[in-house]
């Protein structure tokens, strides 16, 4: 069941369905760092685990599923998010929770309640296949072919040191997806230390491109 965020939200915009990447969940640091500034942009934000991460939280490790064997679980969430007719849903992920998202916004079954996607930090190519071109090439085209069909908007928040892929390789292959590049960052937007940026600089700099990017979608439902 997705739970509430508890940062107080003014003047709220949009509900958000939000999940995790494959390695850890809505309770690790990234999202505790990422919640606090959509919450600012009038984001009311729901968390969920996916039900191999549960386990794993309950010390029974399990393995990452592919990303479209938990399209039936994210539809489950989608219908258990409260109903509210004044505020638009969106979905957002990162890493495999946003490729999940993109699978689910690129299908023909897409529900009328939501409104489009957020991502931040696009699983384009994992940096172990990356090392081999012919393998590169076949992951990148079969990850990014949902971007060509996609029914919702989707905004793309990729870091320009993103090992999985940066903003510059995401743009030649995000076909309806919009990109936004979060200057140094990384895949859980880390700052090189070198570079002396803000460590919130990449989620603050996210969630206000995610604030703009839904009112100016302006779908209500």
Wanted: with cysteine.
């Amino acid at each position: 069941m997705p739970l509430v965020s508890k940062h107080d939200v003014a003047a709220p915009v949009a509900r958000l369905l939000l999940l995790h990447g494959a390695g850890a969940p809505v309770q690790s640091v990234f999202f505790q760092q990422l919640i606090p500034w959509l919450s600012a942009q009038g984001i009311v934000v729901f968390t969920a685990n996916f039900e191999f991460m549960q386990q794993s939280m309950l010390g029974k490790r399990q393995v990452a599923p592919k990303a479209d064997k938990l399209l039936a679980e994210l539809e489950q969430l989608i219908t258990d998010i409260p109903a509210d007719d004044q505020l638009p849903l969106w979905l957002g992920g990162k890493s495999l929770g946003g490729r999940v998202l993109s699978l689910y916004l690129s299908g023909t079954q897409v529900t009328p309640e939501v409104a489009g996607g957020l991502v931040f930090g696009y699983p384009l190519c994992p940096p172990a296949k990356a090392k081999d071109a012919a393998k590169a090439a076949l992951t990148v085209a079969a990850r990014s072919q949902c971007l060509q069909q996609l029914q919702r908007p989707l905004l793309l928040c990729q870091g320009s040191r993103d090992p999985f892929g940066s903003a510059d390789a995401l743009q030649l292959v995000a076909g309806r997806a919009e990109i936004i590049e979060l200057t140094g960052a990384d895949h859980d937007y880390a700052q090189p230390k070198r570079a002396g940026l803000p460590a919130e600089q990449a989620f603050s700099f996210a969630a206000a491109a995610c604030g703009e990017f839904i009112r100016r979608s302006g779908i209500k439902t």
